[in-house]
């Protein structure tokens, strides 16, 4: 998450129009506090979160619960935009290019 905020920060990424986004900031936030990730969306209109996965005959399951077995190897991790909240107060975030509302 470190690398991929620096990157966010210092060169940004660059829309469909060719417009390049940068961010000004970033922080650690426990993600076990829904109401923080709720206001933190709401004040700077979105923020990011990240996580690990575990070998991929795990990860062939998207969609579906995922076991994880301790002792696992970390195979990578995963960036997921939250781009707001809907109005029910809900996350709205991409991920592999689909809208969850």
């Known amino acids: 998450m470190g690398a991929m905020a620096r990157y966010r920060r210092d060169i940004g990424i660059i829309d469909a129009n060719g417009k390049r986004h940068k961010i000004d900031a970033f922080a650690k936030v426990p993600l076990h506090r829904l109401d ?3 206001t933190l969306t709401w004040l700077f209109g979105g923020l990011g979160f990240g ?3 575990r070998p991929a005959p795990r990860i062939s399951l998207i969609g579906r619960a995922v ?3 301790k002792g696992d190897d970390i195979m990578g991790g995963h960036y997921v935009p939250m781009l707001g909240l809907n109005e029910a107060g809900n996350f709205v975030c991409t991920s592999w290019a689909r809208a969850s509302r």
């Open 36 to 38: 923080w990730l709720k």
């Open 51 to 53: 996580f690990l996965f």
């Open 67 to 69: 076991d994880v077995v």
